[in-house]
């Protein structure tokens, strides 16, 4: 198998140099040339022709978010969006993952270590290297997929049932995709995106926006509600905890698990304790295998589990190594996955 050649855009001379020195350790990955601008990326693209793109997002002459759409339209690859950790990096992330984006990176600043950085941009990497651009793209919604959001109107409101859901790369248009078919009275959810901090925040804000239910991003002790959905913050645990019939969230700092902060692991595992059979866990499209074994938690104590079909997955990882060991019940196309779990919530699970 060759090389993955990256190409790396960015207007910073030391994280190029960063980058590069980084990746040139890394097995089967090759940097093939650096560019400080699109339009000089854009030469060395048609000539190098990279397997991976890295983008800053604010840069001179031409901004990440005009290139990128430009990119995709004209010569689509997978693409690394790189932004600094502030609330306008994290919009103008999201922006671009909406664009066509695969992932997101956090430059090197106080939140992340050098050494975790490097990690995660060859992983990053290797999950972009895998994405079947077209699939991604797609939005489209049968006619039967509409019709089956009807019945939901009849779901009762429950405040003993919880969804948790667990998606890495391709996750933030799969989430999208998923929250926006539930009516109001769906049970609480929480959720694990694999994204920095500031992300997350956008993230949150943006699907609020688009959805019928509310979304916010978890703060420590945020119960779970009836047609709420919480997201992990980026560089947080969250833990699902129950006190009496009620639940609510713990976000906490502590170890990576699965070289993730948050860790879907973490969060199906909690949900395995304190919710048991009340409970249904989703794992989405994503590289690696965080959540296969708390999702497997999850169904030993009685809960209903789903995962995404590897035809809908823009990376075909996370849920693979969870069907592997047996953790999901249900293989499920994306469009499918909110009818069945409405289906299970209707027949009293």
């Known amino acids: 198998m060759s090389d993955i050649k990256v190409l790396i855009v960015d207007d910073s001379a030391i994280v190029r140099k960063l980058f590069t020195e980084a990746l040139s350790r890394e097995p089967g990955i090759q940097v093939v040339g650096t560019a400080p601008d699109p339009y000089i990326a854009r030469d060395k693209i048609v000539r190098l022709q990279p ?19 430009k990119l995709m339209k004209y010569y689509p690859l997978p693409v690394i969006i790189v932004s600094s950790l502030t609330p306008k990096g994290g919009k103008l992330a999201l922006e671009a993952m909406e664009s066509g984006a695969v992932e997101v990176l956090s430059k090197p600043g106080s939140a992340y270590s050098v050494g975790q950085m490097k ?38 409101e429950t405040t003993h049932k919880v969804i948790a859901v667990g998606a890495s790369t391709g996750g933030t248009e799969a989430i999208k995709e998923l929250l926006t078919r539930f009516p109001t009275t769906i049970p609480g959810i929480v959720v694990v995106q694999h994204m920095p901090p500031h992300f997350t925040t956008a993230f949150a804000e943006r699907l609020n926006n688009l959805c019928e239910i509310a979304v916010k991003e978890a703060e420590d002790g945020d119960s779970v509600l009836p047609g709420h959905a919480l997201i992990a913050p980026g560089n947080y645990h969250m833990v699902l905890r129950r006190n009496g019939a009620r639940y609510h969230v713990n976000v906490k700092s502590g170890p990576m698990v699965c070289h993730q902060r948050p860790s879907a692991d973490v969060l199906f595992a909690s949900c395995a304790r304190s919710a048991g059979s009340n409970a ?24 209903r589990t789903i995962g995404q079909n590897e035809a809908s997955c823009v990376v075909y990882g996370m849920p693979k190594e969870a069907f592997k060991i047996g953790a999901v019940e249900k293989m499920v196309p994306l469009e499918r996955i909110a009818p069945e779990i409405i289906n299970m919530l209707q027949a009293g699970m």
């Open 119 to 156: 990690q995660q941009l060859a992983d990053k990497i290797r999950a972009a290297a895998r994405v079947r651009i077209p699939q991604a793209k797609r939005q489209n919604i049968s006619d039967a997929n509409v019709q089956a959001g009807v019945s939901f109107r009849s779901l009762k």
């Open 51 to 69: 397997d991976v793109l890295t983008l800053d997002i604010e840069m001179p002459r031409m901004d990440g978010i005009t290139f990128l759409k």
């Open 280 to 303: 249904v866990g989703v794992i989405l499209t994503g590289m690696g295998s965080d959540g296969a074994q708390g999702l497997l938690k999850m169904r030993q104590a009685g809960a």
